[in-house]
């Protein structure tokens, strides 16, 4: 975030009218804050970002599912695919939510406002599903 600030590329985000599409650190940089240096984000998002606890492995390294999806991000992928996750931090459920995931409990694996959207897992590590996100992405 101080890179974006200091560059004014945080105000210039936020104003972009076309398709955004924020993958892991990407989406979390979108929401409203983060436990994470305690920062401030950019607050495309009315999310806030949290750090794992408890007795779960961290980082979450690996494949999980997506579940409850809305919107056409999702499009032709049917119910509770699979997506490839590497992250530490999560983003909070809220009314932006648009799938969720369970590591220790549900978070927002995907959230969506008005043209901006973001992912926590890696679409491009994860296959058929990864390339038909992607896909529907690029036709919004």
């Avoid at 998002?45 to 750090?51: I, S, T």
């Avoid at 009314?95 to 995907?110: H, L, P, Q």
């Avoid at 973001?118 to 919004?140: D, T």
Wanted: charged share 20%; hydrophobic share 35%; net charge negative.
């Amino acid at each position: 975030m101080r890179y974006l600030r200091e560059r004014k590329l945080d105000q210039m985000i936020k104003e972009l009218k076309q398709p955004v599409l924020g993958i892991c650190l990407g989406m979390q940089l979108l929401c409203k804050h983060t436990e994470e240096g305690d920062t401030e984000c950019l607050g495309v998002f009315d999310n806030n970002v949290r750090k794992f606890t408890g007795n779960l492995k961290v980082p979450q390294v690996g494949w999980n599912t997506a579940t409850q999806l809305s919107g056409s991000l999702f499009e032709g992928l049917g119910n509770d695919p699979w997506f490839y996750f590497v992250h530490s931090y999560y983003a909070s459920l809220g009314d932006n939510t648009i799938a969720r995931t369970d590591y220790g409990g549900m978070f927002s694996s995907a959230l969506s406002n008005d043209n901006f959207y973001g992912v926590q897992f890696h679409p491009e590590k994860s296959a058929e599903a990864g390339e038909k996100l992607l896909r529907n992405f690029l036709s919004i």
